[in-house]
């Protein structure tokens, strides 16, 4: 349970730098009472001062037993983009509870008239066209990546190719395409570091998620600079009946406007 006697409780699901900077602002906020929700993906994530719990909460029931079991007013969902499972079980048990909930999400890159994208709608299609399309299937390319270490095994079905995965944590090799170089190393990386990587191992392909953010966009700028196209993987589509803002302050002044309002009922 949320240790503040407050009783304005809002549950905020994390994993991403707006999760962790909205979190900033609530530690400043002793008249909501957060609780920050991770998966438990991250090995030695950093933690803020508020409540913390980690791991799931078995599907969207399980989430509803929490939410009233807590007595959570409001939800931000501060989940990554392609965390659409846990975006969905939100949706579902908000809807149950009549719990209010945002979407706090930072907006996709966009194409930049020197940029060459290529666009799947998931990353099985995006390995479906480096295995068939005509492009692709006979022209074998040194592809950089970055789709993420738990999101490499679709990558199998295409091994005329030669991979190179950098990753923080070092990969389950039993997930790896073959021809895969592994690069065990950490961000923050600059748009040179991106450059030289790219040429130092002749790259012909980035394959990238649209994540978004400032944070790993250094390797789309790389990419344009050295005119190497992009396969790009499309976010999921969104929940369309829930709100979105995409900066922390916003899920901020939400979460305010919403306790002004459940005070107001209560009086
Ligand atoms: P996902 O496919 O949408 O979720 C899979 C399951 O993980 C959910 O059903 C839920 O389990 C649990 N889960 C996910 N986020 C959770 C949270 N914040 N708190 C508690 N349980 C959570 O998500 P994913 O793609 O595996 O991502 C897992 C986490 O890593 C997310 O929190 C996300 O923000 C972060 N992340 C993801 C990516 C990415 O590319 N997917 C990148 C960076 C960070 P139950 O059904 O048991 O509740």
């Known amino acids: 349970m949320p240790s503040s006697s407050n009783n304005f409780r809002v549950l905020v699901l994390g994993g991403t730098t707006e999760a962790s900077a909205l979190c900033r602002y609530l530690e400043q906020e002793p008249s909501i009472s957060a609780t920050l929700s991770l998966a438990g993906a991250t090995k030695q994530p950093h933690l803020p001062t508020l409540s913390v719990r980690i791991g799931g909460f078995g599907g969207s029931d399980g989430l509803c037993a929490w939410l009233k079991t807590h007595g959570i007013k409001a939800i931000i969902d501060a989940t990554h983009p392609f965390a659409a499972t846990m975006s969905q079980h939100a949706a579902t048990a908000c809807a149950t509870t009549q719990a209010p909930l945002l979407r706090l999400e930072r907006s996709g890159w966009q194409e930049m008239p ?154």
């Not at 790896?176 to 392909?205: C, H, W």
């Not at 196209?229 to 969104?238: H, I, S």
């Open 114 to 267: 020197s940029d060459k994208w290529f666009h799947a709608a998931n990353l099985t299609k995006a390995a479906n066209l480096l295995a068939n399309a005509p492009t692709w299937k006979t022209a074998p390319q040194r592809i950089f990546l970055t789709t993420g270490r738990k999101e490499l095994a679709p990558f199998k079905i295409a091994p005329q190719h030669r991979y190179l995965i950098r990753s923080i944590d070092a990969p389950d090799p039993a997930s790896l395409p073959p021809n895969a170089t592994i690069l065990l190393d950490r961000g923050p990386f600059d748009v040179q570091s991106e450059a030289k990587l790219m040429q130092d191992y002749d790259i012909t392909l980035l394959v990238s998620k649209n994540s978004g953010g400032s944070a790993t966009y250094p390797k789309l700028e790389a990419a344009r600079l050295l005119h190497i196209p992009v396969l790009m993987v499309d976010r999921p589509v969104a929940c369309s009946n829930i709100p979105i803002v995409e900066t922390a302050q916003q899920a901020m002044a939400w979460l305010q406007a919403h306790q002004v309002a459940s005070t107001r009922r209560k009086v």
